[in-house]
């Protein structure tokens, strides 16, 4: 068997293989690692077949649990006669007659939408491919379309619409269609169509955008599952790169703190520059030169990636900014809301105005790594509105980066899963503090919850494998501090 490998790269790595192979009708095993998590997902004929993982609460028998297909008994039982007999798990389900045979090729189906779905989400890792018949004998298998799936992924991931252009890339961004792809614009809906059709590396995002049939979100969604399934290719990398040399000066690290400096704290007038008067044509313009000159992708490499997680913080605010000063409705609430908190704010009344621009100016600092500082921001939002749950879950990440305040950032945490249980990162945070300070039980009961919430989380999976077979009280109640007492 041959194997293809992919090191670690951007999230596009993972979808372009699997779509590759599949498009060759390939047969083999692709192999996702990051960090000890290892995903399995075989091909067969080109179809995705199965998915296993080296997390147990990754595993089949554990998803069918999950999903309420199979009774805990019942696993337990196929679980023993497979150990026994020396059978697949699958193969001891089929004998024993319960659940379905359709039933577990759905339950496997889901599983593998669970595992690649998570997996397309990963901001890096590494992937190889295996060539070769894999060995599912005894196994349940499925029959899944990975293109359509990836596609379709693109369609609810990332959810924010400002997520999704920093993945798609620059505004500036002008994608071509390869030559495997033009045969496939006569199957496509009307906005694949038009992509497929009009992509030639001459018109930008807003071009397209503002060309296309359907309004901009799905548009954008659409190209995003185009770039990943490889039916869209960004420009050349080379003529990207003279066209950028051409039209802007390469930025120096004092430009760069600069901006991040100016924009700390500032509302969306001042994050963009400019003042409340603005007309939407200068809103518009401020945007696209903020966007040309700082967008994330220009510091992916180079001497100031070290700048990139900052930077893809400053265009959130950026992009935040513009999708609420472009739309007419929502700046004039929004201008609303400024003056009846400058309003209230003469009065000293407006604690949730103030509450709000300690904590954005906390998260500002955070970025700028200057952690003491960020805190006293994010205690003084705590203190005038503690009923936030985002305050809470901010200030206790902040305390957690130094162990001497791990029973404080523990109080926040629980906080702010008491204001909002679904609060994934709070869970997280909670798990890799517990790990840290030698309570993997405690962890392992953090890092399920957030797995409930969100299957596949890749922060809980990595605490899973860590904290390994330690013990947890399944009845011990996930709200209380622990280290008060330690």
């Known amino acids: 068997m041959k194997a293809a490998v992919v090191a670690a790269a951007p999230f596009r790595q993972f979808p372009r293989l699997l779509c590759e192979k599949a498009e060759a009708k390939a047969s083999g095993v692709l192999t996702a690692s990051r960090g000890r998590l290892r995903r399995l997902f075989c091909l067969e004929s080109g179809w995705l077949a199965f998915a296993t993982s080296n997390l147990l609460e990754e595993q089949f028998a ?50 593998i939408r669970e595992l690649a779905t998570s997996t397309l989400e990963w901001p890096d890792g590494t992937f190889a491919f295996e060539d070769g018949s894999p060995r599912l004998e005894g196994e349940i298998t499925a029959r899944l379309a990975v293109r ?84 869209l290719e960004p420009e050349d990398p080379k003529i990207r790169r003279t066209r950028e040399l051409r039209n802007e000066a390469m930025i120096t690290r004092e430009e760069a703190l600069g ?30 030169a903020l966007a040309r000159r700082y967008h994330p992708d220009r510091f992916r490499s180079g001497p100031l990636v070290d700048l990139l997680t900052q930077f893809e913080d400053f265009f959130t605010h950026v992009t935040e900014a513009y999708n609420t000063l472009s739309d007419a409705a929502s700046r004039t609430e929004y201008d609303q809301q400024l003056a ?62 130094n162990p001497r305040h791990r029973e404080t950032a523990e109080v926040r945490l629980l906080q702010a899963i008491e204001l909002s249980p679904t609060l994934i990162p709070a869970y997280v945070a909670l798990a890799q503090m517990y790990l840290k300070a030698g309570r993997p039980g405690r962890a392992i009961r953090m890092a399920r919850e957030a797995m409930r919430w969100e299957p596949g989380q890749l922060e809980a999976s990595e605490v899973l494998l860590q904290a390994g077979d330690a013990v947890t009280d399944e009845r011990d109640d996930i709200r209380r501090a622990i280290f008060g007492g330690s």
């Open 340 to 401: 009846s908190a400058h309003k209230d704010d003469r009065h000293g009344t407006d604690t949730g105005y103030l509450a709000r621009q300690n904590y954005l100016r906390g998260r500002a600092l955070m970025g700028q790594r200057k952690l003491t500082e960020a805190i006293t921001f994010l205690e003084n939002a705590v203190q005038i509105d503690p009923s936030h749950a985002e305050y809470h879950l901010e200030l206790g990440l902040a305390l957690a980066k």
């Open 148 to 231: 359509p799936f990836v596609i379709a992924h693109a369609r609810r991931h990332p959810a924010a619409l400002d997520a999704l252009r920093i993945r798609i890339g620059p505004p500036d961004l002008r994608p071509i269609v390869p030559p495997k792809s033009a045969a496939a614009a006569g199957d496509m809906d009307p906005v694949g169509a038009y992509l497929l059709e009009t992509c030639d590396g001459t018109r930008d995002l807003k071009e397209l955008v503002r060309g296309s049939p359907a309004g901009e979100e799905p548009t954008l969604r659409a190209l995003y599952g185009f770039l990943l399934s490889g039916w």
């Open 62 to 111: 554990e998803y069918l649990v999950r999903s309420g297909i199979l009774a805990p008994d019942v696993r337990a039982q196929a679980l023993e006669a497979s150990a026994v007999r020396k059978i697949g798990f699958g193969a001891a389900l089929l004998e024993g007659g319960r659940p379905s045979p359709d039933a577990l090729r759905r339950g496997m189906d889901g599983l």
């Open 259 to 288: 901006r991040l400096a100016l924009a700390a704290g500032q509302d969306h007038y001042g994050v963009l520059g400019l003042d409340r008067t603005a007309r939407s044509e200068a809103i518009r313009e401020s945007y696209y």
